[in-house]
């Protein structure tokens, strides 16, 4: 009888343990999104793209594409997944030509704010490698950034070694709705399939869109989703650590000084 009562005692412990632990992750996630909401923002992006196939040039045509983007830092600067936001990829799968040509040029981009503003953005770098693209508000002009404040995503600590999840752990990463639900900002739970380490660090976490930020159980910021390229088209959703994309933010500010 005592061992029963002993093993049960246990059991009510550990779960206790359990709760508290979920219900401090809760906590933690809840206030992440009522302070950071906007950290994460819709991207407007029109382009004009231009093919050649077999050496035939096609009529050009226009497209405009939204995409989400992370704001990394407090004078908007932006990173998003560039397959969201450049259809070259698409385009070249549906042809299946292997002389096919895809030009794409960005002819406005716009940081949708969550006000309904628009600022007007231009575009710094595309890594088609690691399916990036940074973004940064244009200043001096009647729809300035200056009349608006950016809530950069929280969390980066460049003194400290970024967290690393284990596999099962939960995380969240925040988002945003639709135009037709009025771009309501969420929160979506995931957890982790799995850590790859080499040849390049990535995070496989379910439930994750491109262009957000992930963070872990106790509010810090694990990466921004985006998807693994592999020979130039979108594959697996993948979350590229923090650490890569501020050392790449970095490179972006020193070449556009």
């Keep these: 009888m005592k061992f029963f009562l002993f093993i049960f005692l246990l059991t009510s412990i550990f779960c206790h343990g359990k709760n508290t632990e979920k219900n401090n992750s809760e906590s933690i996630w809840r206030t992440l999104l009522t302070e950071n909401a906007n950290c994460v923002t819709w991207v407007s992006a029109t382009v004009r793209v231009e093919v050649s196939v077999g050496g ?13 983007g992370t704001i990394i830092a407090d004078d908007g600067l932006t990173v998003l997944s560039l397959t969201k936001v450049d259809p070259t990829s698409n385009i070249i799968s549906r042809l299946r030509s292997p002389g096919a ?3 794409v040029h960005y002819t406005e981009v716009l940081i949708l704010m969550q006000d309904g503003s628009e600022i007007p953005a231009r575009l710094l770098l595309k890594d088609m490698d690691l399916d990036l ?12 950034s200056e009349k608006f404040t950016f809530s950069a995503t929280p969390g980066w600590n460049r003194a400290k070694t970024p967290p690393t999840p284990e596999i099962l752990n939960e995380v969240v ?3 945003k709705l639709g135009r037709n639900l009025y771009r309501q900002s969420t929160l979506r ?14 995070f496989v976490i379910e439930n994750t869109e491109p262009g957000t930020p992930v963070f872990d159980q106790r509010g810090r910021w694990l990466g921004v989703v985006v998807y693994k390229m592999d020979s130039g ?25």
């Design 173 to 175: 990463s925040i988002s």
């Design 101 to 103: 040509s895809v030009q």
């Design 56 to 68: 035939r040039s096609l009529p050009p045509q226009e497209q405009k594409l939204e995409a989400l």
């Design 233 to 257: 088209r979108p594959t697996e959703v993948v979350t590229l650590p923090i650490e890569d994309i501020m050392e790449i933010a970095e490179q972006v500010r020193s070449r556009n000084q």
């Design 133 to 144: 693209a940074f973004l940064l508000p244009i200043t001096g002009t009647d729809e300035s």
């Design 189 to 202: 739970r995931g957890w982790v399939n799995a850590v790859i380490e080499k040849p390049r660090p990535y």
